[in-house]
């Protein structure tokens, strides 16, 4: 049986409540000879990983409280036992995220891409699963995002493609928040080749968000934190000086 080449990566924290149906979803969508998936519990004080245990996939914990956390210690499973991997696709597991999205950032990567973002802004029927707050932040953190990368980026969205050799360089510290901005600045600095393309946005099975189905109050303090680590970022990028990487190719990914 050949070895998988991409792995999907589901960070979750107390979403008992519905990572059964995600895992359920992605395990009848994905090929399990190209993809592998890994789920990344972090902090959870429910019975979020032993749902997961109960399917054929990954299940690494961590007790350390943060997406990033989560992620890391999936991504740290997964290597471990398939060194095969070459990139991993990042995943909602609140099912928010469409598996029949995850062919077309495959394919785009195929093309030469090391960097591919998921766009929800760039549907405008996305916009009835997402709150006015949720799409105000994302516009200012995207703006953010962009001036201290040098590239227009119209999201901060979860679902992401990043190559294994791209994520390695990028060497990810902001393991709460941060994790998603760190990712797209960083790649801009290192000149990556690095596409947008249109994704679904649904509305979450069960459970409770944690960023966006928050207060007003609640969703400035989370922007505040994401807008400092993008800062934290730009500025470990300059003092390091960072080597661009050999193929960059930037441009954006027309919808299929």
Known sequence: MRQPEIAIIIPACDEAACIGAVLDEFLETVDPEKFVIAVGVNASTDKTAELARSRPVLVAETPLRGYGHGCQAAISLTNDFFPSIRAYVFCAGDGATAPRDLARLVAAFEQGYDFVLGSRTLRLRNWRAMTLRHMLANALLGLWCGILSGRRFSDLGPLRLISRRLFEQIAAREMTFGWTIEAQIAAARLNAAICEIPVTERRRIAGQQKVSGVTWR???????????????????????????????????????
């Open 218 to 256: 609640r969703t400035f303090v989370i922007g505040c934190k994401i807008l400092a680590a993008g800062y934290r970022t730009w500025r470990s990028s300059v003092a390091a000086r960072a080597l661009p990487l050999p193929r960059a190719q930037p441009s954006v990914a027309r919808e299929a």
